[in-house]
Structures are given as structure tokens and as C-alpha cells.
């Protein structure tokens, strides 16, 4: 089923995709779509804005990005440390909130991993929603571990990258690698390598 529909009066209509039509657009299945929609980053199913994500280049997982696909958004335990008002990620998120739910405590990563990567990108379904600058670990326990972290960048629509927010006290050269992960998909799966994008005929 495809619906016409009206986002903004100086933008020409466009088509709504259906979930079903959507999932088979982009690769993933009806509940992920419903995943996307219910964490607010994917706001509808317009046609255009799923033809941008469709277009999204893959991070493959041989390179140098561990990521952390994260779940839907809940309150976070009281007594929870470091404390934190909501575990998991939504759009409605302040970005204050975006770190705080995202900088562990944590299991399974490769502590000086993250380190050498510096930037820690964050996926729901595979697509990237914000990414982490890691400044540092902090150890809650050999096996468990959280991280001293900023916001270099956020996506505030997916599929919609001229809206998403990149920390400009960056470097070019990271504003450049924040840009990038942020308009990629990853392969990877909770949590594991996501690597470079690879270049044409590289």
C-alpha cells in the first residue's frame, strides 16, 4: 500500500511506503521497521527518506570501529551505575541523556579496542543513530566497563543526513570520520568489530 502524502507545504508530496513495503526496501524485516518508528528516528515512511537510508553505504566488520547496537529506549534501574535516567535509544532523548544511556557499563568489548578507535558509533537495526568521542574507561570490574564520553555526532532524522549534528570542535579530519559513520550501515552484531567504509576497488 503506498499513501500520498504532504510533510511540508513548500515540499512537493511524496509516497508513503507501507511497513511491509518498507522492510522489503530496505532489507530488514517488518518488526525492525516498527522498531525504527517506535524509537522516534525514523518518523515515517516516506519514499524519499527510505531511498536515502536504502542508499546508505555498509561498514563491514573487518576494520577499525567497535559498535554498540543498542535496544529500545526504558527507564533505567535506580540503582544503576553510573546512574542514568533511561537505558537503550530514542530520538526523544536529550543529548545529554543520548550519553549518558550509551557509555555503559558494558560487557564483551575490547577495552583498548574502543580506545584506539576513539569514536564509538551506535546502531539500532544496523543503522547508525549517534556516535560516542571515548575519552577514556573506567573499569567497574574485569569484565565490565564504561566509558568517559562526548557526543561528536547525532542523527536527528534517519535518512535525512543534512539534519544530523556533528560536533564542529572536532578536527576536519574526525568531523569527516563522524560524517561517515553516521551515513553508513553496519554489519556488525551486539557488540563487535564494524569497520571502515570501504572504498570503490579498494
Known sequence: MVNLIQIDPAVPATYAMSRQKAAEFLGISVDSVGFLLKSRYLPDLDARRLLSMAG???LYSDGDYPVLQQGASEH???KLVPPRKYIGE???HSDIECVEANQGVWA???VDHVLAARFLPVTLRKFPVSVLQIHEANSADEERVSFVATLAGRVRELGAPHLNYIDKSLSAEDQEIVR???TSRSTSTVPGPCGKLKQPNA
Open 56 to 58: 546508505q553505504p555498509w
Open 76 to 78: 533505567a534501574p535506580k
Open 90 to 92: 530514542s530520538a526523544a
Open 108 to 110: 564483551g568489548f575490547n
Open 180 to 182: 561517515t559513520l553516521l
